[in-house]
T-cell receptor
Framework: DGGITQSPKYLFRKEGQNVTLSCEQN?????MYWYRQDPGQGLRLIYY???????QKGDIAEGYSVSREKKESFPLTVTSAQKNPTAFYLC????????????FGPGTRLTVL | KQEVTQIPAALSVPEGENLVLNCSFT??????LQWFRQDPGKGLTSLLL?????REQTSGRLNASLDKSSGRSTLYIAASQPGDSATYLC?????????????FGQGTILTVHP
């Protein structure tokens, strides 16, 4: 069953802690993305990766870090430097094609206590 | 900087009505435009994708149009049903070297009541 999985679905973090959100895809897609969604706002791009061992900052990368050691995995770490991390985080992937459609995972809701 | 605006922010209609959701963008140098559906607390489901060279795409009761020169797209939903209730998001993919950079609108919250 092909798709994008994100875990956990809900995550709670104490202030000052780093947490890592998981994103895995078995679609054999080349590119992967992390977006953040806040209430009443559209999605904003945090980081994206076009190939293994390479990634670029999006519009709101401060306080976040990523790695891309495997094609199918693109974990996001929310560090203590991120001042307002409570949000809904969405991972997406796409394949190099004429269409370049992006497909999304189910999301992780992060709450800072 | 690309900006995407969706109007209206919310829409409530009775079942069976045909409706139109609007999306506008400021930079016409786009690669494509996607319409997504999002149910509460869930991820995004891709509905339709229109390439910059295309004028419209259709899937079932959905029809999306694109007028790149004026920076507008519309999503037409025919014979609306309560199951269509969701947030609808449009997003444009930048052309050129900004591979993968989708810019989203804030969404239209649609409620279809029986």
């Amino acid at each position: 069953d092909g798709g994008i999985t994100q875990s956990p679905k809900y995550l709670f973090r104490k202030e000052g802690q780093n947490v890592t959100l998981s994103c895995e895809q078995n679609l054999n897609h080349d590119a992967m993305y992390w977006y953040r969604q806040d209430p009443g706002q559209g999605l904003r791009l945090i980081y994206y990766s076009q190939i293994v061992n390479d990634f670029q900052k999006g519009d709101i990368a401060e306080g976040y870090s990523v790695s891309r050691e495997k094609k199918e995995s693109f974990p996001l770490t929310v560090t203590s430097a991120q001042k307002n991390p409570t949000a809904f985080y969405l991972c997406a992937s796409s394949i190099y094609s004429t269409e370049r459609a992006q497909f999304f995972g189910p999301g992780t809701r992060l709450t800072v206590l | 900087k690309q900006e995407v605006t969706q109007i209206p922010a919310a829409l409530s209609v009775p079942e069976g009505e045909n409706l139109v959701l609007n999306c506008s963008f400021t930079d016409s140098a786009i690669y494509n435009l996607q319409w997504f559906r999002q149910d509460p607390g869930k991820g995004l489901t891709s509905l339709l994708l229109i390439q910059s060279s295309q004028r419209e795409q259709t899937s079932g009761r959905l029809n999306a149009s694109l007028d790149k020169s004026s920076g507008r797209s519309t999503l037409y939903i025919a014979a609306s049903q309560p199951g269509d209730s969701a947030t609808y998001l449009c997003a444009v993919l930048a052309g050129g070297t900004s591979y993968g950079k989708l810019t989203f609108g804030q969404g239209t919250i649609l409620t279809v009541h029986p």
